[in-house]
């Protein structure tokens, strides 16, 4: 003990020492109550996490990587005056997996990263909304990690085409025809995406959109976020009081813990959990290059997105579905999530008390799920109308069921304690407070007294 004690207090001198030096307390981020150090809390920082290995792979990766449609020799393993059709851009792929020391694991930890980074944020959203973290006053932080999710799913969308095979190329072209559809938008889309049309022009743009354009969006949107968090703090717990204060004051941010060095260090060692998760699974299952665009073997070869635009190809298959529509569903479905804290106006943020809006995030997971898993099954079969009604109408039956025996069970107890509170005359949707204190009547020596 006495050498635990005499390390602790050397520790605390150094780090004072350095602190001191630095000016530390002053550029570190805001400190964090206690009872935020759970992995529930800091989903927003594992998809930072997951967004900078991204970054530092992808930097690793530019060494190699060659944006060109040109045909190569060498890079694919062709001996000097053979002659091969396959692109550059897949040669160079097939370069890093099978000659690049360490490639293939960096590749894989690449493509599976950006895979984890998707989900994280899907994660991280869809906690927000049922916890109801977009409440005043963060509304605008909500926008702002909405706008983060599409820019994520832009760079995955983007990047799918870099290795340039024959999937990936019919994928993109499909997205493509997708987002040329948008109202307004898509005739304005068209020349930057395509640019004059041919294959490399689009493989280009493609590239410079997933390492410089989307990223710098990014950079500058994540900044927005960070900044708006710190301006407002983590979110308290959900709760059914209306009067909840929704941050915390100056006193309060004085006891709370400090980032340095404590939730840095918490959120390092996340980061180096997730690292080794993935170099783990890269190494385990590492990537298959599929062939490359206009090898005559890959005729026939189904076409098939990653897995989360798989909904969205999934959709169009359906009878009487057109692009024009998915595409503004899919619009839809964007600017409720992207306005729902104009929506959504209650101040309560527990979920028992806003069933609608969990209705419909229940709605959302269920339909994207399932259209996940049916369009990994059977792509690019068209579903007629009754596999259709078949499939979806159960998810919004009992999704509707569920929530409202939910929410009548708690409006029951709801009821039953303002009864026994002596308070049933409230209108309903008001939360009891404390009970008016009845005066005590007056004592014999006190009447006495007053006569």
């Known amino acids: 003990m006495g050498f635990e004690r005499w390390f602790n207090r050397t520790l605390n001198r150094i780090w004072g020492f350095v602190e001191d030096r630095t000016g530390m307390p002053k550029w570190a981020l805001r400190p964090q109550p206690a009872f935020s150090f759970k992995p529930s809390y800091w989903t927003g920082a594992f998809v930072v996490n997951a967004f900078l290995w991204q970054v530092i792979s992808g930097m690793l990766l530019l060494l190699y990587y060659q944006p060109s449609v040109a045909p190569s020799l060498i890079a694919c393993g062709q001996t000097p005056g053979t002659f091969s059709v396959a692109p550059a851009a897949w040669c160079s792929t097939y370069y890093i997996i099978n000659t690049v020391p360490m490639g293939s694991l960096l ?3 690449h493509l599976y990263g950006a895979y984890a980074m998707i989900f994280l944020a899907f994660v991280h959203m869809f906690r927000g909304y049922y916890l109801g973290v977009y409440k005043a006053p963060r509304e605008f932080s909500w926008m702002v990690g909405t706008l983060l999710l599409l820019a994520t799913l832009g760079m995955g969308f983007t990047g799918y085409l870099l290795p340039y095979t024959q999937l990936s190329y019919n994928a993109t072209n499909v997205g493509i025809v997708l987002a040329l559809r948008l109202p307004y938008a898509g005739p304005l889309l068209g020349p930057f995406i395509l640019g004059d049309g041919t294959t490399q022009s689009l493989l ?4 410079v959109g997933h390492v410089l354009l989307i990223p710098i969006a990014m950079g500058a949107l994540l900044y927005a976020h960070i900044a708006l968090f710190e301006s407002h703090g983590i979110a308290p717990p959900a709760t059914s009081d209306p009067t909840q204060r929704r941050r915390f004051s100056d006193k309060e941010d004085k006891e709370h813990v400090p980032f340095m060095p404590h939730i840095f260090f918490y959120i390092t060692k996340w980061a180096l959990l997730y ?3 993935l170099l783990g699974i890269a190494a385990l299952w590492p990537w298959q290059l599929p062939t490359y665009v206009g090898n005559l073997t890959a005729v026939g070869l189904v076409t098939e997105p990653d897995w989360y635009f798989l909904w969205l190809f999934k959709f169009v298959d359906f009878y009487g579905v057109t692009p024009v529509l998915a595409v503004g569903m899919t619009n839809v479905v964007l600017l409720y999530i992207l306005l729902l804290p104009f929506l959504d106006r209650t101040k309560r943020t527990h979920p028992r008390d806003r069933p609608l ?3 419909i995030a229940n709605s959302l997971v269920g339909f994207f799920l399932l259209m996940t898993v049916w369009g990994g099954l059977t792509p690019g079969q068209q579903i007629l109308y009754p596999s259709i009604v078949e499939r979806i109408a159960p998810i919004f039956l009992v999704n509707a069921v569920v929530v409202f025996l939910f929410y009548w069970r708690y409006e ?14 409230r209108l309903p949707g008001a939360y009891p407070t404390a009970p008016t204190p009845v005066p005590a009547a007056p004592r ?3 009447v006495a007294s007053r006569e």
């Open 107 to 109: 590749l894989s930890s």
């Open 444 to 446: 014999a020596s006190e």
């Open 275 to 277: 690292i080794g998760l």
């Open 204 to 207: 280009s743009r493609m590239f």
């Open 412 to 425: 029951r107890h709801y009821r039953a304690r303002l009864a026994a509170a002596g308070q049933s005359n």
């Open 357 to 359: 809006f969990i209705f």
